[in-house]
């Protein structure tokens, strides 16, 4: 299987690079600033290539996925809470309307399989699980365009297209970016078990609230669930909106609390608003019905909470005492 992963070296993307390869598959990686996988599984398999896609445009396009004659398109390219409303728009929406189209006009179609975002649901019920029926109402600009892009997949599905939707809850494990709440305070205990040990104290962490209920998935499986999209028998998925998470909502205090545990580091976190209700432009409650995704394609999470945070720790503390050099870490 020869597979074109859009957006390659995120944090999804590369994990969708690396279980695909391990898979067996051959991967063309494609980002902005293509990179060697610097713990490839596969070595070989993942062959990274520059390509601009928000400055490309069209053709370029067209011409990426020509020369790639792939089997499989994982679109994992797109721009969450770092970007305006809109460069969302522009990436998230009106790009994959350019990618559904050049995809729909190849002589040989390879299968789509977009990644959409749990904030597109919105808000929901506190205690319920949204299946993939449950209404689209997003509250913020990266939920609003992943709808849009959604919606342009379906379309192109039901004109011909194979493509499927994952609508991924919130990722965690290795390598989660610092611009996200857990990867935030992952960094935050590394870099304050360096600065204890040396005798300094910790500095504290301080939330406005973190009473928010969150499905968290391991990004391994949802790369796991990316190849089980790729592999399904045709037709299976097609058109279809697949949830893939958890299953579980906890209070993000919970996640957060046993970080600080699981580091050992003796980090205080306050609340400033600790029962602050939910703001207008915030879900407070985010839970998804995963049996579809049981269903269709035979996946099921492997990770749970604990094993995903402990190995995003390991994985910044060896990143750590590599950039310290063999004497620090001694």
């Known amino acids: 299987m020869n597979v074109l992963v859009l957006g390659g070296t995120g944090f999804l993307g590369l994990h969708v690079c690396r279980t695909l390869a391990e898979a067996g598959a051959s991967v ?3 980002s902005r600033t ?3 996988d610097p713990a490839p599984a596969q070595p070989g398999r993942i062959t990274p290539m520059d390509h601009d896609l928000a400055g490309g445009g069209r053709p370029a396009l067209a011409r990426l996925l020509a020369d790639a004659d792939a089997d499989v398109v994982v679109n994992a390219y797109g721009m969450a809470w770092s970007g305006t409303p809109a460069q969302m728009s522009e990436a998230n929406a009106r790009w994959v309307g350019d990618l559904v189209d050049v995809m729909t006009a190849l002589p040989r179609r390879p299968r789509l ?8 649901y919105g808000a929901m019920p506190v205690g319920t699980a949204a299946a993939e029926e449950h209404p689209a109402r997003p509250v913020t600009a990266y939920g609003r365009t992943k709808l849009l892009g959604t919606r342009t997949v379906l379309r192109a599905a039901a004109d011909g297209l194979d493509a499927t939707v994952l609508r991924i809850t919130n990722a965690c494990g290795p390598g989660a970016p610092r611009a996200s709440l857990l990867g935030s305070v992952a960094h935050h205990l590394v870099d304050a078990a360096e600065r204890h040990a040396d005798g300094e104290p910790p500095e504290p962490l301080v939330f406005p609230s973190l009473s928010a209920g969150r499905d968290f998935v391991d990004v391994r499986d949802a790369a796991e669930a990316a190849l089980a999209a790729a592999r399904a028998p045709h037709g299976v998925a097609t058109g ?3 949830n ?8 993000v205090r919970e996640a957060v609390a046993r970080l600080v545990a699981l580091s050992a580091v003796p980090v205080p976190v306050s609340e400033d608003e600790p029962g602050a209700a939910a703001g207008p432009t915030r879900a407070e409650w985010q839970q998804v019905d ?3 995704a049981a269903g269709l394609l035979g996946w099921r999470p492997r990770r749970d909470l604990d094993t995903s945070l402990n190995d995003q720790l390991t994985e910044l503390r060896r990143d750590a005492g590599q950039r310290e050099g063999p004497d620090r870490c001694v």
């Open 113 to 120: 399989v977009q990644i959409g975002t749990v904030h597109e």
């Open 290 to 292: 995963i049996s579809l």
């Open 244 to 251: 893939i998470g958890g299953g579980r909502a906890a209070p």
């Open 34 to 36: 293509a990179r060697s």
């Open 240 to 242: 279809r909106v697949v």
């Open 28 to 30: 063309l990686q494609v």
